[in-house]
């Protein structure tokens, strides 16, 4: 469970109880009720439709509650959930002190989307919203957290980075493992170098067995570099590319 292997069930019972648990909910305030009912619906429940927006409210209250635990904002971990759940609880929004709740999430959606409550949203409409809510009120939750969203099914390093560090180190990353990719372009010719000469070795007809044998050894290498070969090609191009 959340990336943790269990063998005690004890163990696992008690995880999974102090999760933050977010369903489906009914016979809540009205959503985006500042708007007409004709033009957004008269929604009051999230029956059959919520389960996007409820799963990243129980995604962001672990990193919440992951984030704090050390954190000296709550007096303890009683007062941890508590804090947090008063941050999702529906009925209210974000300027009503509650900026993760879901008449907070639909607003913003239907704001920059003009995707209306009831329809099945797609992950990413969600997070970017749920980004967009956070760095409005993370100074009322939050300070020192960022939310990166990625909608290409590829995590981009640099942009964690920028997010997380107050002074990138991303050039400090690329040049150790410039480092590492310069040395693997070198032990790449040197292979390189070998297999030449290996072909070299066979095309010549002429040569007896034992002469192969003799040309083959003057190139002798790892066999394991014919694997590096192609990966630090690729990283190469990679580097030159970025």
Not at 53 to 63: H, L
Not at 146 to 154: R, S, Y
Request: aromatic fraction near 10%.
């Amino acid at each position: 469970m959340l990336g943790q292997k269990y063998t005690v069930a004890e163990k696992f019972e008690k995880d999974f109880e102090s999760l933050i648990w977010c369903s489906y909910r009914k016979n809540f305030p009205r959503l985006i009720g500042k708007l007409p009912a004709e033009e957004v619906g008269a929604f009051t429940n999230d029956t059959s439709w919520g389960c996007m927006i409820r799963a990243t409210q129980m995604m962001f209250c672990e990193v919440l509650k992951r984030k704090l635990t050390n954190a000296k904002k709550f007096e303890s971990g009683y007062h941890l959930l508590k804090g947090i759940i008063s941050w999702i609880v529906d009925g209210e929004n974000a300027e009503s002190g509650v900026p993760y709740s879901i008449q907070t999430i639909c607003e913003e959606v239907y704001t920059h989307s003009k995707i209306k409550p009831g329809s099945w949203f797609k992950a990413a409409e969600i997070m970017l919203s749920l980004q967009r809510i956070h760095r409005a009120n993370h100074t009322k939750t939050v300070e020192n957290l960022d939310i990166a969203v990625f909608l290409e099914g590829t995590i981009y390093l640099d942009q964690i980075l920028n997010l997380a560090c107050a002074e990138s180190t991303y050039e400090d990353f690329i040049d150790v493992s410039a480092e590492e990719a310069e040395l693997g372009i070198k032990e790449h010719e040197e292979t390189k170098a070998q297999t030449l000469g290996d072909k070299k070795c066979r095309s010549k007809t002429n040569l007896s067995e034992g002469s192969f044998e003799d040309c083959a050894k003057s190139h002798k290498k790892k066999l394991e570099f014919n694997f590096v070969d192609v990966s630090f090609e690729e990283n190469s191009k990679d580097f030159e590319d970025s």
